[in-house]
């Protein structure tokens, strides 16, 4: 169990990302009713379902760091301490939801591409451990740059962790894994 657990901060995420559901319900069924009730009920809903999407994605990906910090401190040990992370967490919004499916963590001699199985799951496997200088990171910002892509390249496959462009900060990362990769390089 993670410190936001404890603390009852997942209790108030989940009602927030609840919420959001609820508003993006009431805007798509007032969409189905012809546009001059949309203007009506839906603009004044977009206002508060924008504020709870993004504080609900910024809770989530508070607890996803706090749950990847403790894969990284059991996995690889330790002696090699987790550096920036970044899951993966974007609404699919045709169906209202948030999905939350991968995340890529870079340690000091590591890069890890984690499994997480559920938007309220756990980390549950590990498809990539590899040194940094064997990975490959890049940044994609997608069509029209609106939801940025870290792309995580290995020999044995490739993996895209995609995020919300107002929540997911992919910098860190990069910078993070350059750093190790050249101290290993530099090492060798």
Sequence with gaps: MTDFERSGKLRTARDRMRKRGWLLGAT????NLGPSVFSLISLP?????????????????????????????YLP????PML???QQCFPLYLLGLAHRELAVVVTVAHVLI?????LEGQPR??????????VRIDLSS???SYNPTLLVSHETGRWA????????????????????ASSLSRSA
């Design 125 to 134: 496997g590990v498809l990539l451990a590899a040194r940094p200088n064997e």
């Design 142 to 144: 997608g069509p029209f």
């Design 28 to 31: 798509l069924i007032d969409g």
């Design 114 to 118: 984690l499994r997480i199985d559920s």
């Design 161 to 180: 962790i995609t995020g919300d462009q107002r929540v997911f900060q992919p910098e860190p990362v990069l910078a993070a894994w350059r750093k190790a």
């Design 45 to 73: 809903l977009a206002v508060p379902y924008l504020v709870l999407r993004h504080r609900a994605f910024r809770d989530y990906r508070l607890w996803t760091l706090e749950q990847l910090a403790l894969t990284a401190s």
């Design 84 to 86: 920036p992370a970044r």
């Design 77 to 80: 040990g330790p002696d090699d």
